[in-house]
């Protein structure tokens, strides 16, 4: 793309920003992208080295931040090693190791479980590299910047949802997910408002193990086996909303489900009137972004934000109902504005 491509790129996507109350809350991290959108390359960003530590590459989540860490580099300048530890412990930390010790200008971490991760990331902060956290927050450590959604914002909007639907009367489940602290927060949020209403009742809470033997399906098998007058479920991510969906098609009862995370397969469930029936689709393709851009920034002696609270959107099927295609780049900046959704969070 020439200069001035990127420059009417930009003029292109500012111009589609509608600056209402909401549109403000929602323009501030995407402004800050599309600076970098149009910002040329830096003398000397293309002899950068970056590496990056992910804890999972599945799911759409994974897919959309591997392409935003790509993406990022590929346009600001540098080379990018990627490495997948699909959820080991021991493998992430030994990735954050290695990296450490090839000397990079900046290190990009997405924790499978953060707090096991916490004595690794504390050693590569002390290195004097600049290290950046993607979907997580690392405790114990200061890390340079952190992009990610708000977690317990997310837990709280599935269950406010929920309650909405029920008219605050009726059994529910929840499919939580305590590996990682981030996530967990999810489940707090949710059990924060479920709380507040005293007619719903927690009927079942299974921890999932990523990684286990058993799967989200069968967990929501056994959910809807043991509750007969279950109404509801709400999940801590669409893994467990997309296989739930499965299980209580099978089952034949009324019961509907929510997720967290959002992508082309889950917008397809909800799109179609099944079981599934909101998500609150996070933009993890920014996350990745941001922190690719401010890896640049630094390197280039700016200053980088500690945290980047990335945009969420709550998708339903009215959400989807009048999209001729199914977005697989809502979470690029500028492109959920297109479709017509407000930042939820």
């Known amino acids: 793309m020439s200069e001035f491509e990127e420059t009417k790129e930009r003029a292109r996507f500012m111009g589609d920003l509608k600056l209402t109350r909401r549109g403000v809350l929602s323009a501030g991290a995407a402004i800050t992208v599309a600076a970098a959108l149009s910002k040329p390359r830096a003398a000397g960003a293309e002899d950068l080295k970056f590496c990056a530590s992910l804890g999972w590459t599945v799911w759409e989540s994974g897919r959309h931040i591997v392409n935003g860490?790509?993406?990022?580099?590929?346009?600001?300048?540098?080379?990018?090693?990627?490495?997948?530890?699909?959820?080991d412990i021991k493998k992430q930390a030994d990735q954050i190791a290695a990296f450490v010790a090839s000397k990079p200008a900046a290190i990009f971490i997405t924790p499978a479980d953060a707090a096991a991760i916490s004595p690794a990331v504390q050693a590569a902060v002390a290195s004097g590299i600049p290290i950046f956290c993607g979907d997580s927050y690392v405790p114990n450590t200061t890390v340079t910047s952190t992009a990610m959604s708000n977690n317990f914002g997310l837990g709280a909007a599935g269950a406010e949802y929920i309650v909405k639907r029920l008219n605050g009367k009726g059994q529910v489940a929840l499919v939580s997910l305590p590996s990682n602290e981030s996530w967990d927060q999810r489940t707090l949020g949710a059990k924060s408002v479920f709380a507040r209403f005293p007619d719903i009742k927690i009927a079942s809470e299974i921890a999932f193990a990523l990684g286990g033997t058993t799967?989200?399906?069968?967990?929501?098998?056994?959910?809807?086996?043991?509750?007969p007058d279950l109404e509801a479920i709400w999940c801590a991510w669409d893994g467990a909303a997309s296989e739930g969906t499965l299980a209580i098609r099978a089952s034949g009862k009324k019961v509907f489900i929510t997720g967290i995370d959002g992508g082309r397969q889950s917008f397809e469930y909800i799109k179609a009137g099944s079981p599934f029936a909101m998500t609150m689709a996070q933009s993890f393709y920014e996350m990745a972004y941001m922190n690719a851009f401010y890896a640049h920034e630094v390197v280039a002696g700016r200053k980088a934000p500690r945290f980047v609270i990335t945009p969420s959107y709550a998708v339903t099927q009215d959400s989807l109902k009048n999209l001729k295609d199914l977005p697989d780049n809502y979470d690029q900046p500028g492109e959920a504005i297109k479709l017509g959704w407000a930042r939820a969070l």
């Open 69 to 87: 860490y790509k993406d990022a580099v590929s346009k600001l300048g540098g080379t990018l090693t990627i490495a997948d530890a699909n959820y």
């Open 215 to 227: 799967t989200p399906r069968q967990v929501v098998d056994n959910i809807l086996t043991a509750n």
